[in-house]
């Protein structure tokens, strides 16, 4: 079964506007990540953020973790069309051994 | 600088045929993984070599059979297809000194099987 489940499952907003996905976990987790894939291609990591963190950013991208809600947000600010891709996160289970488990994503489309 | 590499990039089999996707990967990782990617389904773990000469079942290894060749090589094995193991199959890396750090994802296998 799914780890973590992405919220919503699609998003369209106009460039230059923020886009925001959440994504919600059930078991205790030592980090969690956000992983980009453009239509055909595979995934690319965009950020990970460990357990004991509370925020994290690089560059438009910001990603919040809160364990207590088990759940996470993935921002991108001043959203470009290059930004159109579906997004996933990934966790790390504190009992999953070596294996990430990814939700199903979040479809963003920036519209020009 | 290739990454993580997968032949082929798209195949078509008829049920029963078997066939071996490959992977190869240049950044001297230590564990390797082998996804599949349904719509709707997210990627879902098949098989995993933590290091070189181990490999586990992840969450779906029913069909599927897989060989850590080297450090590099890790190939993923379809006996007898099924029209269930249409999917889209991915290779990743990870250099694992601490446990699930990020992944780096071949660019896939298109599978269908008729």
């Known amino acids: 079964s799914q780890q973590g489940e992405e919220d919503p499952q699609a998003l369209s907003i106009q460039e230059g506007e923020n886009a925001t996905m959440n994504c919600s976990y059930k078991?205790?987790?030592?980090?969690l990540q956000w992983y980009r894939q453009n239509s055909g291609r595979g995934l690319v990591h965009l950020i990970l953020?460990?357990?004991?963190?509370r925020e994290k950013h690089s560059g438009r991208l910001r990603v919040t973790l809160d364990t207590s809600k088990k759940s996470s947000s993935l921002l991108i600010t001043a959203s470009r069309a290059a930004d159109t891709a579906s997004y996933f996160c990934?966790?790390?289970?504190?009992?999953?051994?070596?294996?990430?488990?990814f939700g199903e994503g979040t479809q963003l489309t920036v519209n020009p | 600088n290739a990454g993580v590499t997968q032949t082929p990039k798209f195949q078509v089999l008829k049920t029963g045929q078997s066939m071996t996707l490959q992977c190869a990967q240049d950044?001297?990782?230590?564990?390797m993984y082998w996804y599949r990617q349904d719509p709707g389904m997210g990627l879902r773990l098949i098989y995993y070599?933590?290091?070189?000469?181990?490999?586990d079942k992840g969450e779906v290894p029913n069909g599927y059979n897989v060989s850590r060749l080297n450090k590099r090589e890790f190939s993923l094995r379809l006996e007898s297809a099924a029209p269930s193991q249409t999917s889209v199959y991915f290779c990743?890396?990870?250099?694992?000194?601490?446990?699930?750090?990020?992944?780096?994802f071949g660019s896939g296998t298109q599978l269908s099987v008729l």
């Open positions: 990743a890396s990870s250099t694992r000194t601490v446990r699930n750090e990020k992944l780096f």
């Open positions: 078991t205790s987790i030592n980090n």
């Open positions: 953020i460990r357990s004991n963190e």
């Open positions: 990934a966790t790390d289970g504190e009992t999953s051994g070596s294996r990430l488990t």
């Open positions: 950044m001297n990782h230590n564990s």
């Open positions: 070599s933590a290091s070189e000469g181990t490999t």
